[in-house]
């Protein structure tokens, strides 16, 4: 069964196509990244017209690097939440015309379940049950996979996902958005316990965990620190060449890393990231019993997270499953897989499909 699958809900426009939800015949994606990042982050409206410009040119590559035609597609698989609406929007209404002129079955797809079967197309013997530990820019949880459209969350972060975390630190620290791998790569050559960063431990459940006061703690380092150091160039201007004043900004960032071992304070947040996640997802590995631990979205891509986790589930006797690193971030293969299981469910939608901003992982598809 060939699905064309679509995916469009922040700021790649994506169209795969793939078989029997394994076999990717073509992954084609057009990145926003470098529009974005002028801003500093994504801008839904540009992203929602930047999609409208790249889908269809893009269908028709997916096509002619997959070397079948029209003809040859069984079913229109499309991530119909969550995501920015105007940017869901763009994508579920191409599937629908897309589906409606073929005469083909529409399939919604949850974009966090597309990110879970991302590791179907990297481990193509994984099966359900397995434990999936969703790591991305806008969700972490633990997810209790019982069947491929079968799923428990067991647990999650109360405000910040790991992935805002890192952006939003980077982004303090003059990083390029999406910040989280540049600050992987800089954390290469860093010392984590240079910088004590708080481990939160939050009330209620033991699974879920908490990033806002990290994140809070790390901002407030650089910016006591920026500080400190302004007022000490100023000083200085003052009584060398002139009247008090504030370094252009070049010298300012250049000064910063001269009083912060950058590299360190990212490894000390990543380590405190990932060792927040690595103990949740030990717990949840004993409370479910589960033999098999796959970790999904973005944030999957981090190197410290996958040496941590890799420790874990050697320590642990666990199979893990890691998707190789260009199926960790948004793409649509992981759709076209999902999908595949979804119409196997009788999860296919009519023309009255709508895009939502959110949507849980678990109950109904639609
Ligand atoms: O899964 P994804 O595309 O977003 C959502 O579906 O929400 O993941 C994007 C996130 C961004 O926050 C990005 O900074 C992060 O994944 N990311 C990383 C790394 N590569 C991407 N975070 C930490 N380390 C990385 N190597
Ligand atoms: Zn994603």
Redesign the pocket.
């Known amino acids: 069964m060939n699905i064309l699958a679509i995916e469009s809900?922040?700021d790649?426009t994506a169209v795969a196509v793939v078989r029997d939800g394994r076999v990717v015949l073509s992954d084609c994606i057009s990145s926003q990244v470098d529009i974005h990042k002028l801003y500093g982050g994504v801008v839904p409206e540009i992203a929602s017209r930047k999609h409208i410009e790249a889908i269809y040119p893009l269908a028709d590559q997916a096509l002619a690097v997959a070397g079948i035609s029209r003809a040859d597609i069984d079913a229109v698989a499309v991530t119909y939440a969550p995501?920015l609406i105007g940017a869901v929007l763009v994508g579920v209404n191409f599937a629908k015309a897309a589906a409606f002129a073929l005469g083909k079955p529409l399939v919604p797809v949850h974009?966090?379940r597309g990110?879970i079967a991302a590791n179907y197309l990297t481990h193509p013997d994984l099966e359900p049950p397995f434990l999936c530990l969703v790591?991305?820019?806008?969700?972490t949880m633990l997810v209790d996979v019982t069947d491929y459209t079968k799923m428990t969350i067991l647990g999650g972060t109360r405000d910040d996902?790991?992935?805002?975390c890192?952006?939003k630190i980077?982004r303090v620290l003059g990083m390029p958005?999406?910040?989280?791998?540049?600050?992987?790569?800089m954390s290469q050559t860093g010392d984590p316990a240079k910088y004590p960063l708080p481990r939160a431990k939050v009330d209620g459940n033991p699974l879920d965990l908490s990033f806002s006061g990290l994140k809070t703690a790390a901002i407030n380092l650089i910016h006591n620190t920026q500080q400190k150091l302004e007022s000490a160039c100023a000083g200085r201007e003052a009584t060398s060449s002139g009247p008090a004043g504030h370094l252009p900004l070049q010298r300012k960032a250049a000064a910063l890393e001269e009083v912060i071992d950058l590299p360190s304070l990212c490894a000390a947040v990543?380590e405190a990231?990932s060792s927040a996640l690595v103990s949740r997802t030990e717990l949840a590995l004993e409370q479910t019993g589960r033999k098999t631990l796959a970790v999904?979205?973005?944030?999957?891509?981090?190197?410290?997270?996958r040496t941590q986790v890799s420790e874990l589930a050697r320590r642990l006797g666990v199979r893990l499953c890691l998707p190789e690193l260009r199926y960790?971030?948004?793409n649509a293969a992981m759709i076209g897989a999902q999908g595949y299981y979804e119409f196997l469910a009788g999860n296919s939608a009519d023309m009255t499909l709508n895009a939502y901003a959110t949507k849980s992982l678990v109950g109904e598809s639609l």
């Open positions: 809900s922040c790649e995501g974009h966090i990110h790591v991305s820019g806008g969700h996902a790991a992935g805002e890192f952006d980077a958005y999406p910040g989280g791998a540049a600050l992987d790569r990543s990231v999904a979205g973005g944030v999957a891509a981090n190197s410290r997270i960790c971030g948004d």
